[in-house]
């Protein structure tokens, strides 16, 4: 089968996984869905729960009244329950009859034929579905944001603190106010630090333009000084970024932007997220990402289309360009960096097309929904200066004309087995699906502390045993991956949960809370496709005996995760893995 049937199979799966993720979302619609806040204040346009209502949900779940139920909670036809209710992190679906005042913290309330509240009904993270001839009588509020909360040993809930980022940390910033012009002039850091850059330092003012009724305006400008010295006059001595966007409609949902910018760009997203891998490279003198800068202008277009699904288009034009590994400063170590590798120089015109679905209840710790976000990209050129790389890596490539595509998803399912486990599963797949070879800016690698952390950093990068490259560059077309967990509660008690002001700001400081039991399986393969020695033929997978397995358990409290993984393939030894956030 020739390349472009195989892209063409490849793509008809993948839309197939994004529409059984929407149609998963969409099948919660009832015949009447209330939406009554949907022109509500700034506050709700903006994506946040108001101050007001998020102290109303505290109030509502911590009377000593309440009858208090954590997870999803179905009362069945013939039940009669007295109130108040609240459930917290989970939906409650109502077919007997309820009489009291009924609050539902990131979920819904669904109410089923024949069914009845009696009472006040408030729904936060969620909607209020009420079948043919169900009746709510009484107040109904629904806001379709999260409550930000976390529930404490003692059953009752709390604001949730979040655990700093690198950028939070060091930046400060002053906003002006004048008539319908917010203006905010800040200094900050691009929220990481790596081989390349240094720690970025990032300023400028931010104009935005509000109050109209379908139309919001933002421009940002803004200086990037890279603090790590460049030698070798490889790299520009500065970045910038400026962006001019609009947002149109009553709730904002199409956006309409540009960009004009000078960056320093990751060539794989994974491992470990920014802020993870930014605390590796300052701490241990460990990059687990590599870089190149672009340089042009951007142009694109976003729409919500409700429900949690977003679709959008770009199209940009870069030129991109290898960067040397610099020398900047680790806390822990002063060895000699690895290597930053190079890639296929030139100029890019890359357009995208993406699709997300977001139906989680919470964001940051979710226990339902899903979360899919994936991408297919054209990228040409007429300039290419590519890499001589080994046969078994990619054929011959003549410099000049260049032409490939290739797509990535990523998809989450959350769900709750019982009140105290909860299961997750997580898989990524994507790479090259027709015209020339990727450029090595846009090619994978799998092995590291992240999606299969029992493989060490770039164990599985497709680099033959010919190629002697300390840079130890990420070179493979296609990957597959799953992940599989399950976790429960704990009720361990924390030494640092205690009174003393500087332990409560270091917990708050890393986000600590109550640890998770965590038990994980991962299983991968990333490869070179096509056909010829070592090769999988467009058309095809690997077969299975050749995929990479792990099996493990840890703790994961919040903003602190220790980890252990066993491989099954390879004989490798156990691997211990520090996390600074949740697996996925």
């Not at 032409?403 to 997750?424: E, G, N």
Request: glycine letters at 12%; aromatic letters at 8%; charged letters at 20%.
């Amino acid at each position: 089968m020739n390349r472009v049937t195989g892209a063409r199979r490849a793509a008809c799966l993948v839309a197939a996984l994004l529409l059984a993720g929407a149609a998963q979302a969409a099948a919660q619609d009832s015949v009447l869905t209330i939406r009554p806040e949907a022109r509500a204040s700034d506050s709700i346009l903006r994506g946040r729960l108001p101050p007001d209502v998020l102290q109303e949900v505290l109030r509502h779940f911590n009377d000593s009244s309440t009858t208090r139920i954590p997870g999803s909670f179905m009362l069945p036809a013939g039940s009669r329950l007295n109130g108040p209710l609240a459930v917290f992190r989970g939906s409650l679906r109502v077919a007997g009859v309820i009489i009291g005042r009924v609050t539902v913290i990131n979920g819904d309330l669904i109410i089923d034929p024949g069914a009845r509240i009696e009472g006040d009904a408030l729904v936060v993270g969620g909607t209020i579905i009420v079948g043919p001839g169900g009746f709510l009588i009484g107040t109904q509020r629904a806001y379709p944001m999260p409550a930000l909360l976390t529930r404490t040993g003692s059953g009752l809930l709390i604001v949730r603190e979040f655990p700093q980022t690198m950028g939070a940390l060091t930046s400060a910033r002053t906003t002006v106010t004048t008539g319908r012009f917010r203006s905010t002039l800040g200094i900050e850091t691009g929220g990481t630090y790596n081989r390349v850059e240094g720690l970025p330092i990032i300023f400028g003012p931010s104009v935005s333009r509000e109050g109209l009724q379908d139309v919001e305006a933002r421009l940002d400008l803004r200086g990037i000084v890279w603090t790590a010295p460049d030698r070798t006059d490889r790299r520009s001595n500065f970045g910038y970024l400026g962006r001019l966007e609009f947002r149109f409609g009553e709730r904002r949902r199409l956006t309409v932007g540009g960009t004009v910018h000078r960056v320093i760009s990751p060539i794989e997203e994974q491992p470990l997220s920014r802020t993870e891998a930014a605390w590796a490279a300052f701490g241990l003198q460990r990059d687990y990402r590599d870089f190149f800068q672009a340089e042009g202008v951007a142009g694109y277009l976003s729409y919500d289309l409700g429900r949690g699904l977003s679709a959008g288009t770009s199209l940009r034009r870069d030129a991109e360009r290898s960067v040397p590994a610099n020398d900047p400063i680790s806390m822990f170590r002063n060895g000699a960096w690895r290597p930053n590798p190079l890639v296929d120089d030139g100029h890019y015109t890359t357009s995208r097309f993406h699709l997300d679905i977001d139906t989680r209840n919470d964001r940051d710790s979710p226990t339902s929904g899903w979360l899919v976000r994936a991408f297919w990209e054209h990228s040409t050129s007429r300039d290419a200066a590519p890499l001589t790389l080994p046969n078994e890596v990619r054929d011959p490539i003549a410099p000049g004309r260049h032409s490939s595509s290739k797509i990535w998803v990523d998809a989450r399912r959350y769900a709750r087995l019982d009140p105290s486990v909860r299961a997750a599963l997580h898989v990524v797949a994507g790479g090259w699906v027709d015209g020339d070879p990727l450029p090595v800016q846009r090619r994978l690698s799998l092995g590291g502390p992240d999606i299969l952390p029992g493989y060490g950093f770039r164990s599985l990068n497709c680099a033959p045993a010919s190629l002697a490259d300390a840079a130890r560059p990420a070179l493979c077309d296609r990957l597959v991956a799953a992940q599989l967990e399950v976790r429960t509660r704990t009720r361990i008690g924390l030494p640092f949960a205690t009174p003393d002001p500087y332990v409560t700001a270091l917990q708050r400081l890393f986000g600590i809370r109550e640890p998770d039991i965590v038990i994980f399986g991962d299983l991968g393969k990333a490869w070179i496709s096509g056909q010829g020695p070592g090769r999988v033929p467009n058309d095809r997978l690997p077969a299975l005996n050749e995929w990479s397995a792990n099996v493990g358990f840890g703790f994961d409290a919040g903003g602190l995760g220790l980890y252990l993984a066993q491989p099954l393939t390879g004989g490798g030894p156990l691997l211990f893995t520090v996390r600074l956030q949740r697996r996925f």
